[in-house]
């Protein structure tokens, strides 16, 4: 217990005495008979008995004791609370406050992020005119209200209330690193208070490091947590394709969260550009993910955004996921064979693996060139070449096949030609020697073996040119049936994909420069296997172009609180500026890189950046952090443990307590109970120890 009124004991303590002196006063007194007779005698006999003597000595203990208690009274007593005991000096209040996205979920028509503003408020209520205070906003940086504490209430007031949603997650280890640095150089005296507001959410409370505030402050934590946790989300998205050609059918992997006890049954939409709509249930079981493809068409070049959602929720930042998806104009490949004619097997069917829609109206355009007449400018447009049935190449053309693979592009050779063994050593050594995966000899036909069709043994399906054939189309690769191969071995360079069941090597890759060969040691003619015939050639041929591309895509999405980095055109960056999802003007780190310029900025906002002229040059989607959905809070006893050595941390919660840990809990009504039970306690004695009368 402490007194607000020290200084008044000293002063108050002789009137303690005054019962004292009115006792020793009252038993000197003399009195006066005027008469002597047997009626007095009695009386001062009575008056003589054991009781009657202490009667003065108790009314004067009681009478001291009231005495004390309004002493008490006067010095304005308070109970020690929260470890510690009111002070008259000066107070240095620290308020960090979540900033994160799990503090927007609503209940009762209230975000856990505007019931801490409340309670901030509250806090900042108890401050007196020496009293200093800073604010902390705790996001994935900490954003300091001043940089030193200051009694200026009202801009800390005022900070509270223009701080807008979350949308990152709250790394409190950063905001105690910046409390720790603010404590440690303000220039007011006093012993500081760190008041922690949140909803405690475990992902951001797991792991926060208070060794920074060790022996700086005292602890006090605020929950506004909400009374439920339930809720849905979309986690993520994603395309298993490095890049999207026009008039594809793009397979989008969303990702959807059920935390709650109930299993969750909802439809799941998708929509294109503002325009095309598409719905898939999708069901969840209780506390788990799922996971669902829904197919999303592109139909023309250029930048799509895409947006889906769940049925909104009480928390809605994420129950919405956008992405853009950039989508490349047809894309030409190039294919090599000694017929110049396109039109004879096995180029036909290779073409019609590429493109099998009618008037080319697929995403990929083949080209046809012979492999006697090619040139290295029949290659500068393209990023990928399929070669065939390939006749006899000049040390030039090999050369520049080496050169297309070193600077990134992709070739993919079908073995199936007399030719092939001569023009891989010619490739080989234009590659500097470079050993490939396969060592070939002579070209085998089933005609002239006399031996049945080899069939597919083994493979590395974990590779992702076999992307294809993981799961159940894996039994697609035991109806395919070869009968011309080049009897061939493995060299141990690059990796062996597929093999016969003779464990002769079926398809291998290797990495040259920046571009990918792929060996095929079989055909895609109808005469050599039944490749050509089978479903899967197409779906494979085509995944095999998407899989080969080099290029590495750009992100489809950011998460708040990451730094956005791509590339724009520099004439449209200076005609126009980038702008955020609400409008403001980004500032942006641009580097120069001939037309182009490399760009980066911090995503602080959920939604779309964008750069146009009325055409989208740029567009970047910006989406909540995931971490942030699941809303259940930690272990509250954890806390405690994380705390550093000798550190001691309370909860604490709405006025009452803050004013106790400001002041100490009030005790006077206590002592003035007390007095009046002196009182009365006086009076009984009074009466019942009543004097004689005379």
């Keep these: 217990m402490s007194l607000i009124n020290s200084s008044l004991p000293w002063a108050l303590a002789p009137l303690l005495a005054l019962p004292l002196i009115i006792h020793l006063l009252n038993k000197r007194f003399p009195q006066r008979f005027n008469f002597s007779s047997v009626d007095n005698l009695r009386k001062t006999a009575a008056e003589r008995t054991r009781i009657y003597r202490w009667r003065h000595r108790i009314l004067t203990l009681v009478r001291t004791l009231f005495l004390l208690l309004l002493l008490f009274v006067f010095l304005k007593p308070v109970m020690d609370a929260f470890g510690t005991a009111g002070t008259k000096h000066s107070r240095l209040v620290l308020i960090v406050i979540d900033h994160s996205m799990s503090m927007e979920y609503r209940e009762a028509g209230m975000t856990s992020r505007e019931r801490a503003v409340i309670e901030a408020e509250k ?62 150089n303000t220039s007011a005296g006093g012993a500081a208070e760190i008041y922690y507001i949140s909803n405690f959410q475990r992902k951001n409370w797991s792991e926060v490091d208070f ?39 793009i397979p989008l992997e969303l990702t959807v969260g059920n935390y709650s006890d109930q299993p969750l049954d909802e439809t799941l939409t998708v929509q294109m550009d503002q325009s095309l709509r598409v719905q898939q249930r999708v069901q969840a079981n209780p506390w788990s993910t799922a996971k669902v493809t829904v197919p999303v068409p592109a139909a023309s070049p250029g930048l799509h955004i895409c947006e889906a959602s769940l049925p909104p929720d009480n928390l809605a930042l994420d129950d919405r996921w956008t992405l853009v998806l950039p989508v490349l104009d047809k894309e030409e490949i190039v294919t090599i064979s000694e017929n110049p004619d396109p039109d004879q097997d096995p180029v036909k069917f290779l073409h019609a693996a590429l493109n099998p829609y009618p008037n080319e109206a697929g995403s990929l355009i083949p080209h046809h060139v012979a492999s006697g007449a090619f040139t290295e400018a029949d290659l500068a447009a393209a990023q990928k070449i399929f070669i065939t ?33 001569a023009n891989l050593a010619l490739l080989a050594k234009a590659m500097g020697g470079a050993k490939l995966p396969m060592q070939i000899g002579p070209l085998r036909s089933m005609a002239n073996v006399g031996s049945a069709a080899e069939q597919i043994a083994t493979g590395d399906f974990n590779a ?65 296997s039944n490749l050509a015939r089978q479903r899967i050639f197409p779906a494979w041929i085509q995944d095999l172009v998407k899989q080969l ?68 040059k740029f567009a970047c989607a910006v989406n909540g952090d995931p971490s942030q959905s699941d809303l259940r809070a930690v272990d509250k006893s954890h806390l405690e443990e994380q705390l550093a050595s000798g550190q001691k941390g309370a909860f604490a919660s709405g006025l009452k307590d803050y004013e106790a840990v400001a002041f100490g809990r009030p005790l006077l009504q206590w002592f003035l109970f007390a007095g009046l039970a002196a009182l009365v306690l006086e009076s009984a004695l009074q009466l019942s120890l009543r004097r004689p009368a005379r």
């Design 211 to 249: 060794q920074p505030l060790a022996g700086q402050a005292r602890v006090f934590f605020v929950d506004v947590a909400p009374a439920t946790f339930d809720n849905h989300a979309i986690v993520g998205a994603e395309i298993n394709e490095s890049q999207v050609l026009a008039g594809e059918s």
């Design 549 to 616: 591309n080099t290029n590495e895509p750009a992100p489809l999405a950011y998460v708040a609180g990451q730094t956005v980095e791509s590339e724009v055109w520099r004439d449209d960056l200076r005609q126009r500026p980038i702008l955020s999802p609400s409008g403001r003007i980004v500032n942006v780190h641009e580097e120069p890189m001939g037309e182009r310029s490399d760009i980066s900025f911090p995503a602080d906002e959920v939604g779309l950046y964008t750069l146009t002229d009325g055409t989208l």
């Design 464 to 528: 992702k040119l076999l992307r294809l054939f993981r799961g159940p189309l894996r039994q697609d690769l035991g109806l395919l049936e070869f009968y011309d191969f080049h009897a061939a071995s493995a060299t141990g360079s690059g990796k062996i994909l597929l093999r016969f069941a003779d464990e002769t090597p079926a398809m291998a890759e290797t990495e040259y420069g920046l571009g990918t060969l792929v060996l095929m040691n079989f055909s895609p003619s109808e005469t050599s």
């Design 123 to 184: 806090i900042i209520g108890t401050l007196g005119a020496t009293d200093s205070v800073d604010v902390i906003a705790a996001g994935a940086a900490p954003e300091l209200c001043f940089s030193d504490f200051t009694n200026d209430y009202a801009g800390a007031l005022h900070f509270l209330h223009t701080l807008g949603p979350g949308v990152t997650r709250a790394d409190f280890s950063e905001a105690n690193g910046a409390a720790s640095r603010l404590i440690a």
């Design 389 to 421: 049935r390939c006749g006899p190449l000049q040390p030039d053309t090999a050369e520049a096949l080496a050169r297309f693979l070193n600077r990134g592009g992709s070739v993919v050779w079908f073995m199936d030609s007399d030719s092939d063994p």
